[in-house]
């Protein structure tokens, strides 16, 4: 029953405004896909777009071969999990899990089952003759998923689905959706502006920005080779250096940054982009070590700070002020002259922004 | 700690209960009066003048009149005011902010002015029969309440859960009935009741838009009161008063007065 999702060439306007462009996305079948951004980035308008809340200026939307573009959203066959759960007040928790089968004219026998059935696997079976207001909010968002759920549908979509509870029960829960989706094998869209939760439970994460996608990857590859300057800056590169590949020397390439300083990058660690480009680590990827003249960017150690594994140090580079770590076993003083040696894993070499 | 209460406040009080449950006090006395005149305090206690008021037919004929154009009045007013207190929570984006000053026109405009235009354009204009001129002059005045009652049950009212009935499969207008309608119960009840009683207790409508053989209550009222002076009078108020009390006393015990001033 589960279906692919497709989406090309999205444009969409709110007015004149315009919230999406040319956005295309596959989503495979099974696969659960994060959408991830800032407010405004367009994540929610996706959602929305295909929900059927929202039409497209132009582009289409297709779940496997049905064409959804145009068609109304009651008749698009989505399960939809809300940020407000957006729960019927007025309904017992049974009745809100069998609306979308009473919708369908399930009825009797089979439709108690299906009901019953999907609330214990939300383990909520105690609970199903109470109203929405007397329930906790972890147990209103399970409430939530076995109605989406229930209705067995090719395509699950959730937005911001567990903003709304506190911190411990969001890693509970973000737990228990992968669990039901993959159980079911449902395709699912998922939307949030957490990195840490679209992360651990996506397949793939599309990083959004001004209504388009920056980076659409699997979170290993997301977090260890960003695309581009700003996906790095997203997912914690929070070194930038600006360098410029300035001549060929033997197996490296000689980079300058400014002040003149230069680099020899080896050819077989780092591939340059552009003859502009940024040089981007995150502070592990950098390795504080006494200055002895060999490879590294020459740096005036600033303050230090315990970060348990490592120290961490504010550095004085000619290219700016970068984080850095340092052995436990060897702290350095502040002001004293070091190394800073990229550990080429841990460095990407991104194009300048144009 | 026993918090103090200056005594000014106190007297203050005691003060403005009398202004407001005074007068109210005095008509009842009136109404029990055993006289022929209105008197207060009332001279020896009878309850002839209330069974007066029902074999008097023009009392029981108005009265009639009256409690069908609130039902009919408020009904209309309901048809009205809730789609365009949805349309005006729904899309507050959307929509001109002005639009919602609109509906509250009837409130603002003095009613002697709106009764006399209403008069002019429907009575006149129109040529509408008195009792059409009534149910539509009734629905246009207490439309500003059921708007805004309604408006305010729709404002706390979270869409998305319209939404996810349309999402599972209901088409948008099933959804309003199943989904919507039942959420803003409470607020239809109150609205209704808000315009019920205004409906029955108005007089400067339906003065310019009563005619021969067609009068409401309130207006039949000040009619008996130019050709007689008994107490028949007061106890028609304290009947309408009563009626008002009833009401909110049913509003008090299945919403809470909070509801009407909210």
Redesign the interface.
Known sequence: MTQSLTLENINAHYGTTQVLEDLSLHIAEGELVSLLGSSGCGKTTTLRLV???LEPTSGSIKLGDRDLTRL?????????V???Y?????LTVRDNVG??LK??NITGAERKKRVDTMIERVGLGELADRHPANLSGGQRQRV?LA??LV?DPPLLMFDEPLSNLDAKLRVDMRVEIRRLQQANGTTALYVTHDQEEAFSISDRVAIMKGGKIMQLDTPEVLYSQPANAFVADFVGFDNMIEMEAVAEAGDAVRAQMAGGVQIDLPKSQFTIPSKKFLFATRPEGLLVEPETGGFGIPAKLGMRTYIGRAYQYHCDTAGGVVMANGPQATPFESGSAAMLVPQPEQCCLLPTES | MKTRIHPVLIVLTVLTFLFLLGPLVVIIGSALSDTTYLTFPPQGLTLHWFANIFEISAFTRTMGTSFMLAVAGTTLSMLIGIPAAYAMARYRIELPAFLGNVFVLPILIPEIVLGFSLMKSLASGFGLPITLALLVGHALIVLPYTVRVVGASLNSFDFSIEEAAVSLGCPRIKAFFTVVLPNIRAGIIAGFILAFITSLNDVSISIFLTGPGVSTLPIQLLAHMEQFFDPTIASVSVLLMGVTVAVMAVVERTLGLTFLTK
Do not use: C, V
Request: net charge positive; glycine share 10%.
């Open positions: 929900a059927g809340f109304p959203a009651h008749a698009r066959d989505i399960g939809l809300f940020q407000t957006a729960l019927f007040p007025h609306f979308g919708q369908r939530a109605r989406a209705i």
